[in-house]
């Protein structure tokens, strides 16, 4: 599922900033705590944005498709009334292997008129508690809003776990204060993206490649706590990554092991690729991997059809 997610953190990143994509609380409370990824964008500004809709192209996963085409077809005029939409992977809990997909979408819903619609089409919810959960089509996903600025999507399983959630029944995001002293640094921020531990570890296995399969790499990958993604398009393309390590030594070596894959890659590289490699800084302060890129928007278009990039939304 993690593979899923990589890809649309590099999708979500390319919409143009606007307001930052804040989540409600409401909507912070439907995310069950056992969170691996969360990834948040100005949906108005991404449907705003040609380079955004480009890279969504290719490299936004089946799952996700399949989420934003049942919100799409569902009747519910996303595209008008959403402002910020959010996907968050989840476990059923903490020892689980297998993980959910829970989407979130803020705006303001003309919940009168998508009632009325339900019912001149013969939608009929199910309840679970307070809440009403419709059917969007003959896809397998529900919605459920929880109030008029704030609904849920997903599969059954996933959005029950999402009611669960914010009921009370289950533990939520809320109670999660790794990831929400981790979202405090991102939050104010159009787009972003964090990850838990595990999620870290697997991100990080994957961008180190043959390196991961270093002796020391298992010693270091304990030490990962989360990550963080933003991203800025106002004045070129400029995407900024941090990983909180347990300690600066650890923080120091990944760094290193990062900088060794990035001398790599340069000398595979076509000239594009090499220059982007060129505007990427790695570094290290505090016990936090630092990754920084910027270019301009043509160079970064470029990019996109380049064999570094697919390399890394494989």
């Known amino acids: 599922m993690l593979k899923s997610f990589l890809p649309l953190s590099l999708f979500a990143c390319s919409a143009a900033l606007c307001s930052a994509a804040q989540l409600s609380s409401d909507a912070k409370s439907a995310i069950p705590r056992d969170v691996q990824q969360i990834i948040s964008v100005d949906y108005r500004a991404m449907q705003n944005s040609s380079a955004a809709m480009e890279l969504k192209d290719r490299v936004l996963p089946p799952e996700l498709k399949r989420l934003e085409r049942a919100l799409k077809t569902s009747g519910l005029k996303v595209d008008d009334d959403a402002d910020v939409l959010t996907f968050a992977a989840f476990r059923e809990n903490a020892a689980s292997q297998g993980s959910h997909i829970i989407g979130v979408a803020q705006g303001q819903f003309h919940t009168r008129e998508i009632m009325a619609n339900f019912a001149k089409n013969k939608v009929k919810p199910t309840t679970l508690r307070n809440n009403s959960i419709y059917p969007m089509g003959s896809n397998g996903m529900s919605v459920a809003f929880l109030n008029q600025t ?7 399983t996933s959005l029950q776990a999402a009611l669960d959630a914010r009921d009370g029944v289950a533990p939520n995001f809320l109670q999660n204060s790794d990831m929400a002293n981790e ?12 990850l838990d531990q595990k999620g870290t570890q697997t991100m990080m296995r994957s961008v180190l490649g043959d390196a991961s399969q270093l002796a020391d790499y298992d010693t270091v990958r304990t030490r990962m706590k989360s990550s963080r993604y933003t991203m800025d398009f106002q004045n070129g393309v400029k995407f900024d990554m941090a990983v909180v390590m347990s300690d600066t030594m650890t923080a120091a070596t990944c760094a290193t092991l990062l900088k060794g894959v990035s001398l790599l890659k340069k000398t595979q590289g076509n000239p594009l690729e090499k220059s982007a490699l060129d505007q990427t800084t790695i570094d290290s302060s505090a016990g936090t991997l630092t990754v ?3 270019s301009s928007d043509s160079q970064f278009a470029s990019l996109l059809t380049s064999p570094l990039f697919q390399s890394v939304v494989r």
């Open 183 to 194: 979202m405090l640094s991102v939050e104010q921020r159009a787009v972003w993206s964090l």
């Open 292 to 294: 920084s890129y910027s």
């Open 150 to 156: 704030t609904m849920v999507f997903g599969d059954h």
